[in-house]
C-alpha cells in the first residue's frame, strides 16, 4: 500500500477542532486531530480569520476540510498547510497508522 492509499484511508475518519485563544494581541487557533475512540493530539497553531474558525470551532473532517475551496486566503492557507503537515502527522502520531 502506497503512502498516498494510506493516507485516503486514514483521512475518512480523522476529525480537525480548532480551539480559539488570544496570544498577546494576535487571535490564534490551536488546532487538534480528533481520531477514533476519542484520542485527541496537537497539530499546531496559526492565526485565523473568523472564516477559518468557524469552519473547524465545530469539528470537521479531515478529508472534507482538504477539499475546501474559498476566497479566503487564511482558509487556503490552513488547507495547504494541513495537506503538507499531514505525512509528517502519519509518521508520528502512533495511533493514526494503527
Known sequence: MSKREKYANIS???KVVGISRTKGYKRVVDYYLIGPKGK???AFTRKYTSNTFDLVKGGIGLKQLLQ???RDKKTMGLVSYLSLMMPYFMEEIEWLTA
Open 12 to 14: 475518512d475518519w480523522i
Open 40 to 42: 485527541k493530539e496537537y
Open 68 to 70: 475546501v475551496k474559498s
